[in-house]
């Protein structure tokens, strides 16, 4: 719904006001960060891909602005200008508008611009408590509203790491998988690839060469790569310096030591991607793939499990939630839980809020650390739209 | 009744070219009024008016449908246009102004030969250089869309209004998105395209705008040209 008349305005404030009162009784502070931001926060963290559904531009002065396309970045550099030590613990709340460019044109569930309502917690080490925080607050936010047919759907990106770890694999099969665990569509085909020793080396790099550079010789490695380069006649320009081009063959070298994917790793990965369940027995699901595994590890489990039993003593109604073991693979920066609160009556490419666990947005906001953080926005208009939808 | 307006490139080899071709086809543009004015007409087809624009507006005129029909080159078209298979009809590729827009990267990068690696070398590049690997490029849009389409999305585009294979060497950005034609340039600036590297392979192509004004009158004008074309400019048995 939009609100340009007085009564949907009206009834959307009203709304708003009863989530913003769940959020500050809960002890979250309000805070209204500002709609222009810099884009190089937003381009850093989302990568180019922001042009692509922001609206960036260039103001007089030659600096690269966008209007917030969320409030979680803007609430993190609002957190940093505060705090000389971003791990300083807070909580903050805020509502307002946020704008994303629809390559479609807009439609009612995907307007140009919208609102969000939102909480943010920074610093927690307790990490499950934290989350279960946030997501009971959002949820009961949600029901204050008049929203009862709500469901909620856990993804865990950290647990996916957890999961590489029990397969035995080696660091360098860990970056890779973990790399294109983040992009689904080519997934599948990573996997496959993977474990077949069909990736042929593409550089023309002498083999000679290549495994004549040693780590453990950098100086050495360094001028065996310059002399080639100056036989060939190859020029070297730009930024990148003799040193960087080295320490990456030295790393592409190393990688072709290496054997292809375990075929029981594949597999079990494979599988543990697959897996959606209700909340309650994903756990058991994932426990059965662990042990199977070569070497069989509880320790990926038990922050799922606590989760889970925070969530119910906060009083969510587990028979709600489901778990999605590839769920939250394309969700720009979250790092560990990742949620979202759907409405029966919008379906699922309209989920009413969306949440997580975002440890590494402080750093690429400019912070010297990782910050713990969790927070979660709700999409007020479509609130609105499933409470209407409810009542009537 | 009103006129077919057919914009046709205003100068450089893009313009001698569209006017040699029309002659081969039997139809000849002439400049009405004075030599160096912008508007001109086709001896034999009065219905249409003849507008000399510069290649990137006749792309916006396209899209904004104040033309009927435009000579330029497909990468303005799809740099410029993000819905141009529904606003833009392709009547015909005419044979010249080849250019491929390409990726390319220093050629003492030997340790990079497809966009793969360029995601493999973009988080030491950040480490060592406390940024994201920068591409040069006057196609944003294309570019964009191209490393998306790869799964790659750490890097920085920086604008660049013209030199931009001078970029790497000079220091403002690490690669270029640029186009070619005979990887002269790129040679001459130390650079080299990637295996994989290959945007789009465009030309020259007579484009009709899907939401200017047409009539039946003014479809059977554009028909007429299209059937002149088709005799003397044969289309590759490939095209799409």
Redesign the interface.
């Known amino acids: 719904m939009t609100t340009e008349t007085t009564r949907d305005f009206g009834a959307l404030e009203k709304q708003t006001q009863t989530l913003m009162s769940v959020f500050t009784k809960a002890s979250y502070e309000a805070v209204a960060p500002t709609i222009l931001q810099p884009a190089d926060v937003f381009l850093d963290v989302i990568g180019e891909s922001l042009r692509a559904r922001t609206y960036v531009f260039t103001d007089l002065d030659g600096a690269e602005l966008c209007l917030r396309p969320d409030l979680t970045v803007p609430t993190c550099r609002l957190h940093l200008a505060r705090h000389a030590d971003p791990r300083t613990p807070a909580r903050y709340c805020y509502s307002g508008a946020a704008f994303r460019f629809q390559p479609q044109g807009a439609d009612a569930a995907h307007p140009r611009e919208f609102h969000q309502a939102g909480i943010e917690r920074y610093g927690d080490t307790e990490r499950e408590a934290a989350e279960a925080e946030v997501v009971a607050t959002v949820v009961r936010a949600i029901e204050k509203t008049g929203l009862k047919d709500w469901s909620l759907r856990l993804g865990d990106l950290g647990l996916f790491s957890s999961i590489l770890d029990v397969a035995g694999l080696s660091p360098l099969w860990k970056k890779r998988l973990d790399d294109a665990f983040l992009r689904p569509l080519a997934f599948r085909d990573s996997l496959k690839a993977f474990a077949s020793d069909t990736d042929a080396t593409r550089l023309r790099v002498p083999d000679t060469l290549l495994s004549s550079l040693k780590r453990s010789d950098l100086a050495a490695s360094e001028a065996a790569i310059g002399a080639y380069l100056e036989e060939n006649a190859i020029e070297l320009i730009g930024t990148r310096t003799l040193s960087d081009i080295t320490e990456h063959l030295i790393g592409v070298a190393e990688g072709r030591e290496e054997k292809p994917l375990d075929s029981t790793a594949a597999d079990l990965i494979g599988r543990y991607v697959g897996i959606t369940a209700p909340a309650r027995t994903a756990g058991a699901k994932i426990a059965e793939l662990i042990n199977g595994a070569p070497s069989g590890s509880a320790a990926a489990l038990e922050s799922y499990d606590r989760r889970i039993a925070l969530l119910a003593n906060a009083g969510i109604d587990l028979d709600r939630v489901t778990f999605a073991a590839e769920f939250g693979r394309t969700m720009a920066y979250y790092t560990g839980l990742v949620f979202e609160v759907r409405a029966k009556s919008l379906g699922p490419q309209s989920p009413i809020a969306t949440g997580g666990r975002y440890d590494g947005l402080m750093r690429a906001a400019g912070a010297s650390v990782d910050v713990p953080a969790v927070g979660a926005a709700i999409h007020t208009e479509r609130l609105m739209t499933a409470t209407l939808g409810a009542s009537s | 009744m009103s006129k077919l307006t057919l914009a046709i490139p205003s100068k450089g080899r893009l313009m001698e070219q569209t006017t040699e071709m029309f002659a081969r086809t039997g139809l000849v543009v002439r400049k009405v009024g004075h030599a160096r004015g912008y508007r001109g007409e086709i001896d034999g087809l009065p219905d249409v008016d003849v507008a000399y624009v510069s290649s990137s507006e006749i792309a916006e005129a396209l899209k904004a449908g104040s033309i009927h029909l435009g000579i330029t080159g497909e990468d303005l078209i799809r740099e410029n246009i993000?819905?141009a298979d529904t606003r833009i009809g392709f009547v015909h590729k005419l044979g010249f102004g080849f250019a491929d827009v390409v990726v390319a990267v220093?050629?003492?990068?030997?340790?990079v030969?497809?966009v793969a690696?360029l995601?493999?070398?973009a988080m030491?590049?950040r480490r060592?250089?406390g940024r994201?690997p920068r591409v040069a490029t006057k196609y944003?849009n294309l570019?964009?869309?191209f490393?998306?389409s790869k799964?790659f999305?750490?890097?920085?585009?920086i604008e660049s209004a013209g030199a931009t294979e001078g970029a790497?060497?000079a220091?403002t950005a690490?690669l270029i998105v640029d186009i070619t034609t005979s990887g002269e340039t790129l040679r001459a600036n130390?650079l080299r395209v990637l295996?994989d590297g290959v945007i789009l392979r465009s030309q020259a192509n007579l484009f009709a705008s899907k939401v200017a004004a047409w009539s039946p009158a003014l479809q059977s004008v554009c028909d007429q040209i299209a059937a002149n074309l088709a005799k003397s400019v044969p289309q590759p048995a490939n095209s799409k």
């Open positions: 993000s819905d220093p050629d003492c990068w030997i340790d030969a497809t690696d995601e493999e070398i030491p590049f060592l250089h994201w944003m570019t964009r869309r490393f998306a799964g999305g750490d890097y920085r585009i790497p060497a220091g690490e130390g295996n």
